[in-house]
């Protein structure tokens, strides 16, 4: 967790909702189905122009990884350990940043049974879409890796325990930043205070939502994605938890 989610707000709209400055060059694409390793707008506070809008690569690369591959191994960073670990704690002090989206991902694993004789049968995987009316901002870090024209702006989502009805899509989520908060995750200097779970009231709002089998495929893009789909069993006490990437 988190693994997958999606962001389709325009450079516009995004530039408006955080009031900072676009940078993103014509770069950002909407996308319904970003993975780890694609781009995607974060809102990060630019020492030459203050918090600015631009596009950096999902998974984080600190200054001496030594390929670009290691990033689909980093896109997620714990709460309970980033202010003390070597990869992200320099960035969790100095250089954290906004995600926007629509949502996130999540799935879960059913038995799937034969109605013939009512015995479990293979394992199937339920995607569900976590999202709000007015969309979710997550807390992340970012960092700056390589040099010259090589150089990349990559980041991580940083995720903690789930709270309320959550807990039955999966046991962790992606830290949600409500809006009142914004400019002190982006500036503030209260490292425990910064990694505040969202009040009651702000994830009451959250739809958890099944979705269609579609997102599992990092190929397919589009509204669909998010569509409502019809689940078999909607009852999430009776299945396990799913493996996540990491």
Known sequence: MCGRYASTRSSADLAALFEVEDMTDGELVPSYNVAPTD?????????????????????????????????????????????????????????????????WYEWRITS???ERSGRAGRPVKQPYFMTRPDAVVFGGVWSVWGTGADARLTF???????????????????LLIEP???????????MAGLLTPPSSNFCADIEIRPVSAAVGDVRKDGPELVHPHTVTDPDLSTVEFAPTLF
């Open 112 to 114: 799937d049974t034969t």
């Open 156 to 174: 991580s989502i940083i995720t903690v325990p789930a709270v309320g009805d959550l807990a039955a899509v999966h046991d962790r989520m992606p």
């Open 39 to 103: 781009p995607a707008p974060i809102v990060r506070v630019s020492a030459q122009r203050g918090p600015v809008l631009c596009v950096a690569r999902w998974g984080f690369l600190p200054p001496w990884s030594r390929s670009p591959r290691d990033a689909a191994r980093m896109i997620n960073a714990r709460a309970e350990t980033v202010a003390g670990s070597r990869v992200y704690g320099e960035a969790f002090a100095r250089r954290r940043c906004l995600v926007p989206a629509d949502g």
């Open 180 to 190: 009142h908060r914004w400019v002190d995750w982006l500036r503030g200097s209260d």
